[in-house]
């Protein structure tokens, strides 16, 4: 198996997707290792590639390319920035949604319950909401409806529950103090996949994953010239959703809009009929590609 500071997922489907210009602008918006980036990069000429990336680390693996700017911001500052250095028309938005390798490797940062490590979950380092915070400070109310929408727990409120109940003697403090606490709700032959879901529901919160994905897709719509792509590698069906519907309905909700005429109102237009998923070889080099769906878009 590859070690690496994140592994590339469906690298060459992505840039296929793309379908790049030798001259044209291009975003990738998770950075990351520059996996997507290099290869993007090679395809250039008298382009230009914007790579976001908010995770401190992820900047220490920027190449120094004169057709690469590095903008260190969360990509729901997409179009500002855009605007800001003078690309505010795009030919191809690449987005590979979900945590970096390297940050679920790396035990302080609190993603993975394999390690024993402070509860904090904070893509941008310089947040103030960590995973801590959540458990300790969230009502009852709130926890349920986290749990139950972003794990999609079917026992969200007895795990509610017991958060509430435990914090009030001794609150929270690492990843092992929350994974002792749930052991005793986890159904049988599944703590695994119980407590991916539970770290999941966290960490969707403490870096609002979701809105932020919301404002992106909007985004890009306005950011892309027409006939531009758009490619998203989404790891967990609440992304997946969010991203089918926005491009074969143009809106979250995956309602059909006409306009007064009875016109369908589209916004993109999906290219290929088939969701795009790694291969056995892919996953068997990188198990965590095995949850990767990629969709491509073109817009309208």
């Known amino acids: 198996m590859e070690t690496a500071y994140h592994i590339p997922v469906l690298l060459d489907e992505s840039i296929e997707g793309l379908a790049i210009k030798p001259g044209g602008i291009y975003v990738d918006v998770t950075y990351g290792g520059g996996g997507h980036s290099k290869k993007i990069l090679e395809q250039l000429t008298t382009g230009k590639l914007i790579a976001f990336d908010q995770d401190v680390d992820a ?19 997409l179009k500002n920035f855009l605007d800001y250095y003078g690309y505010p028309k795009v030919d191809g938005v690449l987005a590979d949604l979900g945590v970096s390798s390297h940050d679920f490797d790396v035990a302080e940062r609190g993603f993975s319950f394999r390690f024993s490590a402070q509860l904090d979950m904070r893509m941008n380092q310089t947040g103030s909401l960590t995973a801590a915070r959540v458990v300790n400070e ?18 969200a409120r007895r795990i509610a529950r017991v958060l ?30 119980f407590m991916a879901k539970v770290f999941q529901a966290l960490r969707i919160e403490v870096n609002q994953e979701l809105e932020v994905l919301k404002t992106l897709l909007n985004d890009v719509y306005e950011v892309l010239k027409p006939g531009g792509r758009l490619v998203v590698i989404s790891y ?9 519907n926005m491009i074969q309905r143009g809106n979250f909700d995956g309602e059909q809009i006409r306009d007064f005429y009875g016109n369908v109102a589209e916004k993109f237009r999906p290219v290929g009929k088939k969701l795009i998923v790694p291969g056995a070889g892919e996953m068997e080099r990188n198990p965590r590609a095995r949850s990767a769906k990629m969709r491509i878009a073109e817009r309208v």
């Open 138 to 155: 969230y009502d009852e109310a709130r926890l349920i409806q986290l749990f139950r929408e972003f794990g999609e727990l079917p026992n």
């Open 59 to 77: 900047a220490h693996n920027v190449v120094a390319d004169d057709r690469l700017l590095f903008v260190q911001h969360n990509f729901k500052y």
């Open 236 to 244: 967990h069906s609440l992304e997946d959703r969010l991203v089918k």
């Open 164 to 193: 509430v109940e435990s914090r009030s003697v001794k609150p929270m403090v690492s990843t092992t103090d929350l994974k002792e606490l749930l052991e005793p709700l986890v159904p049988q032959n599944q703590q695994n996949k």
